[in-house]
């Protein structure tokens, strides 16, 4: 068993046990997660114990790179100083995945998916981990609990959810807050996790908070003073809604997806936005192509991914969403969804 100490530095320790639900999983954890829903323990749902400003004393944080194992994972992309934005190892003969962000945020997750260690340097805050967490960390988890986790955005509409697919600045988070300023409720921004109830696939809430650029609060009206997801880091100025507040709708329960939009280059076409078909191999490459974690899944892992995807899109119809460089036409984009997710219905 592992022997976990707490970091203490300058912060504030928290004993107190959380739970939270999101994603399908029960979360556990000793801090409070904010945009999280609280809920009581639910022997139902598979678990994840949630462990923050703490670390296992057999892995030592300042251990130098060069003393760790080889890398299992670095991130193409690359912070302001050009270091990669994320770094992974495994260790212990792979009974664990360490990931390290370049600020020097890090995260132990075991294999199983079940419990996470995480750990963030004195001049950052826990609101910049959480971020982490509800994004990339959480979705490696669902992955590793054998969960398909889509990067995307899902609305619920006339008691079922639309979701909508793309890559990251494809305008998946925008649409979900033009939904939600009509009065739509929302399951999820940039992560969507899938599982079965019954014969039916369901599409699961995740956390309340939809995140969102400057350029994206301006052309839908939102004060620009949104808090920042980062609040250490005044470089990064994208924020978040949060959808508790009064006039929006946080939907807390599962719904059955109806329908799923790959969200397709924006276009200065005076045609769009507009809704084209999506061949059903054309679709099933696209969810592929945006599931989360693709990096973790071994040969075994993608063979069951492949199926599960294979088997949703016989149940529910896909289409490519093609919306306008000009954002000031959200409206006509969430008519022109509306009415085809109703006539097709």
Same mark, same amino acid.
């Given at each position: 068993m592992l022997q976990v100490e707490n970091i203490q530095g300058n912060r504030q320790i928290e004993g107190s046990n959380y739970n939270y639900t999101a994603c399908g999983l029960t979360i556990n954890s000793n801090f409070a997660l904010p945009g999280f829903r609280r809920t009581e323990a639910n022997s139902f749902l598979p678990a994840l114990q949630l462990s923050l400003n703490c670390w296992p004393k057999?892995?030592?944080?300042?251990? @130098?790179?060069?003393?760790?194992?080889?890398?299992?994972?670095?991130? @193409?992309y690359t912070d302001l100083n050009g270091e990669p934005f994320l770094r992974g190892w495994q260790l212990d003969q792979g009974r664990f995945f360490w990931l390290r962000y370049s600020d020097g945020t890090s995260?132990?997750?075991?294999?199983?998916?079940?419990?996470?260690?995480?750990?963030? @340097?004195?001049?950052?805050?826990?609101?910049?981990?959480?971020?982490?967490?509800?994004?990339?960390?959480?979705?490696?988890?669902?992955?590793?609990?054998?969960?398909?986790?889509? +990067?995307?955005?899902?609305?619920?509409?006339?008691?079922?959810?639309?979701?909508?697919?793309?890559?990251?600045?494809?305008?998946?988070?925008?649409?979900?807050?033009?939904?939600?300023?009509?009065?739509?409720?929302?399951?999820s921004d940039?992560?969507?996790?899938?599982?079965?109830?019954?014969?039916?696939?369901?599409a699961? @809430?995740?956390?309340?908070?939809?995140?969102?650029?400057?350029?994206?609060?301006?052309?839908?009206?939102?004060?620009?003073?949104?808090?920042r997801i980062f609040p250490s880091d005044d470089s990064y100025d994208k924020r978040y809604l949060d959808i508790?507040?009064?006039?929006?709708?946080?939907q807390e329960k599962p719904l059955q997806p109806a329908a799923i939009f790959v969200l397709g280059e924006r276009s200065q076409d005076s045609s769009a936005p507009y809704i084209e078909k999506l061949p059903v191999s054309e679709g099933l490459i696209s969810?592929?192509? +945006?599931?989360?974690?693709?990096?973790?899944?071994?040969?075994?892992?993608?063979?069951?991914?492949?199926?599960?995807?294979?088997?949703?899109?016989q149940e529910i119809r896909?289409?490519?969403?093609?919306? +306008?460089?000009?954002?000031?036409?959200?409206?006509?984009?969430?008519?022109?969804?509306?009415?085809?997710?109703?006539?097709?219905r």
């Amino acid at each position: 068993m592992l022997q976990v100490e707490n970091i203490q530095g300058n912060r504030q320790i928290e004993g107190s046990n959380y739970n939270y639900t999101a994603c399908g999983l029960t979360i556990n954890s000793n801090f409070a997660l904010p945009g999280f829903r609280r809920t009581e323990a639910n022997s139902f749902l598979p678990a994840l114990q949630l462990s923050l400003n703490c670390w296992p004393k057999e892995f030592n944080l300042c251990l @130098p790179d060069t003393a760790l194992e080889p890398e299992w994972y670095r991130s @193409p992309y690359t912070d302001l100083n050009g270091e990669p934005f994320l770094r992974g190892w495994q260790l212990d003969q792979g009974r664990f995945f360490w990931l390290r962000y370049s600020d020097g945020t890090s995260f132990l997750i075991e294999r199983s998916g079940s419990k996470i260690w995480a750990n963030w @340097p004195e001049e950052l805050t826990l609101e910049n981990t959480l971020a982490y967490f509800s994004g990339l960390i959480l979705g490696f988890v669902l992955r590793l609990q054998g969960k398909v986790a889509l +990067h995307a955005s899902a609305v619920g509409i006339d008691g079922r959810c639309v979701l909508f697919v793309g890559n990251s600045g494809g305008g998946k988070s925008t649409l979900a807050a033009a939904f939600a300023k009509e009065g739509y409720e929302v399951l999820s921004d940039d992560l969507v996790a899938l599982g079965q109830e019954g014969d039916k696939f369901v599409a699961y @809430p995740s956390f309340s908070r939809i995140r969102l650029w400057p350029d994206s609060t301006k052309a839908l009206s939102l004060p620009p003073t949104l808090p920042r997801i980062f609040p250490s880091d005044d470089s990064y100025d994208k924020r978040y809604l949060d959808i508790t507040k009064e006039g929006y709708s946080f939907q807390e329960k599962p719904l059955q997806p109806a329908a799923i939009f790959v969200l397709g280059e924006r276009s200065q076409d005076s045609s769009a936005p507009y809704i084209e078909k999506l061949p059903v191999s054309e679709g099933l490459i696209s969810l592929i192509t +945006h599931t989360f974690g693709n990096w973790l899944l071994d040969k075994e892992m993608r063979g069951q991914e492949f199926k599960v995807l294979g088997r949703l899109l016989q149940e529910i119809r896909v289409a490519r969403l093609v919306s +306008h460089v000009d954002l000031n036409k959200l409206s006509t984009l969430c008519k022109i969804v509306l009415e085809n997710y109703r006539e097709s219905r």
